[in-house]
């Protein structure tokens, strides 16, 4: 079946540096994705999401890249900060379906 | 406003047990959905429902669970005769349409079974 993967499953930082969490998809039907951050004990919270007819697009200190061609998707988080530690998961809504499949997720790490 | 609302947010029971979680959307949004998430994994899609729609039931793993959704607004999602493998955080997911929209999460039940 279709899944949505990381490629690592652990990812520390330094603080003040930047980051980039990866996400590989297999389904070339998939035309939204987002990306959802973690907190032990609490639900995920939604960060960005980005559209199929999109390669980039931009918010408060995220970007999220999309490459269609390597069906691979991107979270770069700039400037880290503590408060970014989170497990960060990637999902992808399947043309017309109305769930999403999610990742099995990338924990990020933020050392001071 | 208020996000996705879930309660119980911690729940232990016996195994064969029924139990009841509930869900209280965002205001106004039309699609609802519940996820499974086991310790350390991704979430796990069980049920959605949109509007006066049948629900999509294709993710409930058996006829133990079962959800409804009334007046178009708070869910709940029912397993019976829990088993030791139920133990999970359930998520309840709301948005304001169906599918290329964002889902907003509530904080989740916990599940415990002895």
């Known amino acids: 079946g279709e899944s949505v993967g990381l490629h690592l499953p652990t990812l520390s930082v330094q603080e003040g540096d930047n980051s980039i969490i990866n996400c590989a998809y297999s389904?070339?039907?998939?035309?939204?994705f987002i990306w959802y951050k973690q907190e032990s004990g609490k639900g995920p919270q939604f960060i960005i999401d980005i559209r199929s007819n999109m390669d980039k697009r931009q918010g408060q200190r995220v970007t999220v890249l999309l490459n269609k061609t390597v069906k691979h998707l991107s979270l770069q988080i700039a400037a880290t900060q503590p408060g970014d530690s989170a497990v960060y998961f990637c999902?992808?809504?399947?043309?017309?379906?109305?769930?999403?499949?999610f990742g099995q997720g990338t924990r990020l790490t933020i050392n001071p | 406003g208020a996000g996705v609302s879930q309660s119980p947010s911690n729940k232990v029971t016996e195994k064969g047990k029924d139990v009841e979680l509930r869900c209280d959307p965002i205001s106004g949004h039309t699609a609802l959905y519940w996820y499974r998430q086991s310790l350390g994994q991704g979430l796990e899609f069980l049920i959605y429902?949109?509007?006066?729609?049948?629900?999509?039931k294709s993710g409930l793993p058996s006829d133990r669970f079962s959800a409804e959704r009334t007046g178009g607004s708070v869910s709940t999602l029912t397993i019976q005769r829990t088993q030791q493998e139920d133990s999970a955080v359930y998520l309840c997911a709301s948005s304001s349409q169906g599918g290329g929209q964002p889902q907003h999460f509530g904080d989740g039940t916990r599940l415990s079974i002895l």
């Open positions: 389904n070339s039907a998939s035309d939204y």
């Open positions: 429902f949109q509007g006066n729609s049948a629900p999509d």
């Open positions: 999902a992808e809504n399947f043309q017309g379906a109305q769930k999403l499949v």
